[in-house]
Structures are given as structure tokens and as C-alpha cells.
């Protein structure tokens, strides 16, 4: 989620830590106030900020990145399980190799 004062730099430092934790599917969404009783806005993400993130987080190699305004992961639910079916990992013997 985006859009709540975070820095293009803090956002890639996100994005590298996934990845060293072996976080295979990422989505980056803008936040919406729900109601005047959340909090506010910071700022809106251009939609070519959107594609650039999409791209880095391929070039990193995500499996998946959604990266868009409207992004929520729970719509995405059927294409995460099919992803995990395509691309199955071992199960975990320790804490570098586990899925996030």
C-alpha cells in the first residue's frame, strides 16, 4: 500500500528485503481512506510509477508483481494459488528458505 508519505527509496528498500527473504509474489496498491476517521492520504502514485515498480520487482525476479491504483491482493487469491502449484517450494528446514 501506497500513498501514506513513504519515499520511492523506501519503497525499492522494501522491495530488496523481499526478495532476500525469498518473497516470490508482491502487490503494490494505493491506499484509499476508508472514511474521515483514517487516516489521510498523503499522496497519489502516478500510474507510471506503478509499471516502473512492476518492472524493477520483475528485473529482481518476483514471480509476480501487480503493481497498479487499484491493486488488492485479495483479488489475486486464485492467481497466488496457481502460482504456488507452478512453482512449488521445499518445505522449510530453515529460516533462509522460507516462503513470505
Known sequence: MVGLG???AEIREVMQDLREAQ???LTIGQY?????KH???EGFVTPAEF???RELGESWGFLQVI???LTRSSY???QVRALMERYPRRRPTDKSDRRC
Not at 484509499?32 to 474521515?36: A, E, K
Open 39 to 41: 487516516l489521510k492520504i
Open 76 to 78: 489475486h487469491a486464485e
Open 32 to 36: 484509499l481512506q476508508p472514511s474521515q
Open 51 to 53: 509499471d516502473a515498480w
Open 67 to 69: 503493481s497498479s491504483p
Open 6 to 8: 513513504e519515499t520511492a
Open 23 to 25: 518473497c516470490d509474489i
